[in-house]
């Protein structure tokens, strides 16, 4: 691993107004500082999963950057896509990110009743239980960069009407 090393700031490890490569990998994905090789300055960042925790922390470190900063991220998809959604909750743009996905990780289904992610191997027009709710969800292939999941509805919704 080749990072730079950087004045220690509140915790997070960024100097305030850092404006390199934040590099940040999930699970078992290996280092995404390999991916970048110009003489940037860098920061690797290493989460066993996107939890509410670790997203939080990901959000401290954003927070501490400045303008042309770039984000590399890799790992299981639904992990690397909430990363992504709180990145651009930061003010990241799609263009300032590089998500380097795991294709055989499960796909995160959003629940608009009780706004809880599942993952699932199930392909697009399934039905999967939501884990939050319970409520019979098809899935789809609508994806929400802002949620950082594909968008799920309940099935037969108009039987129940």
Known sequence: MSSVSMPQVA???????????????????????????????????????????TLSELRSVLGSSSVGVRLFLSGPTADIRAAAAVAAECGLHQEEMTLLSEEAAPRAIYCPHCHSTTPTFQPAGSEVPCQGCGTALVTTDHFSRRMGAYLGYAARVEEAS
Not at 18 to 47: M, N, W, Y
């Open 11 to 53: 915790g997070n490890g960024l100097e305030p107004g850092f404006r390199g490569v934040i590099c940040a990998s999930f699970g078992a994905a290996g280092d995404t500082a390999e991916q970048q090789s110009d003489s940037q300055p860098k920061l690797d960042l290493h989460f066993e999963a996107a939890t509410p925790q």
